[in-house]
């Protein structure tokens, strides 16, 4: 590994492996984290000795979530017990999400977004834990998920004004929605907390078979002296699951 990028891979991704056999060939391949784990799986991925760059088990679902005041209640209770497992498992990303609009306007769901993720800031503060939003497409993976623009991702952070606050920057899902990915990284490195894969069209293979050059966005991603963790979260389309996912690091391993 040349040690420019710090490799994880979404669990998700291999529901035919057990995360145990996920970690042991993510460890051969030179991977050094697993996303998308709660606490459950914690112990498993120190088992490997491998780290968790961003937790999950706080958020509702992906539809339901900060835009929306009805949710900020069960929000509020389930990162209040869950961020200081995330500090004390020695981590520091928890994943979030907007919500779909179901009808909020987009400065509407800013506000809410700000209403109900603000008391939250000085706990996760306090215990030295990010909260990251993902940026998904609603063009055609999540209809009607309001975070699908990094302009608006990027409104929200400003508004938060806090460390303690930053953007899932999800490669896949932007490309679909918006592209400009290299200059949208550039001018946008530091609200960023993470980064996810994908090959587009199809969330498969990130190899020649698709239009992403992965290479010069990871080169871009090292430029803007980025020291998180890149996930891969492709869908394997190949017999060789694993083996994809070690061509895929390689192709980011600049």
């Not at 145990?20 to 784990?37: F, N």
């Not at 209770?77 to 520091?92: E, F, H, K, Q, W």
């Not at 918006?178 to 993470?194: K, V």
């Not at 069209?201 to 090292?222: F, S």
């Amino acid at each position: 590994m040349n040690q420019n990028i710090n490799h994880s891979v979404c669990a998700w991704c291999y529901p035919d492996m057990s995360l145990d056999e996920l970690c042991i060939a993510a460890r051969q391949i030179g991977i050094t984290g697993i996303d998308l784990v709660g606490p459950e799986g914690w112990p498993i991925l120190k088992k490997h000795d491998l780290y968790s760059p961003m937790c999950n088990g706080a958020e509702i679902s992906l539809t339901e979530g900060f835009n929306d005041r009805q949710y900020h209640a069960q929000l509020f209770d389930n990162y209040v017990r869950m961020i200081p497992l995330v500090a004390a498992a020695g981590y520091t990303n928890l994943i979030c999400f907007s919500g779909n609009c179901n009808g909020i306007d987009a400065e509407t769901g800013l506000r809410n977004c700000v209403e109900g993720i603000k008391p939250l800031l000085q706990v996760a503060k306090e215990h030295k834990v990010v909260l990251v939003m993902e940026l998904l497409n609603a063009k055609t993976d999540h209809p009607d998920y309001q975070c699908n623009k990094t302009p608006w991702g990027v409104e929200l952070a400003k508004r938060l004004a806090s460390d303690n606050f930053k953007l899932l920057y999800d490669i896949y899902h932007m490309q679909i929605e918006e592209g400009d990915i290299i200059r949208t990284i550039l001018e946008n490195h530091q609200y960023i907390a993470h980064y996810h894969t994908g090959g587009v069209p199809g969330r498969n293979e990130i190899d020649e078979t698709q239009e992403l050059n992965y290479p010069a966005i990871m080169r871009a991603i090292k430029n803007t002296g980025f020291k998180g963790f890149v996930a891969q979260e492709f869908i394997p389309t190949q017999a060789n699951k694993i083996a994809s996912l070690a061509k895929a690091v390689q192709i980011c391993d600049i």
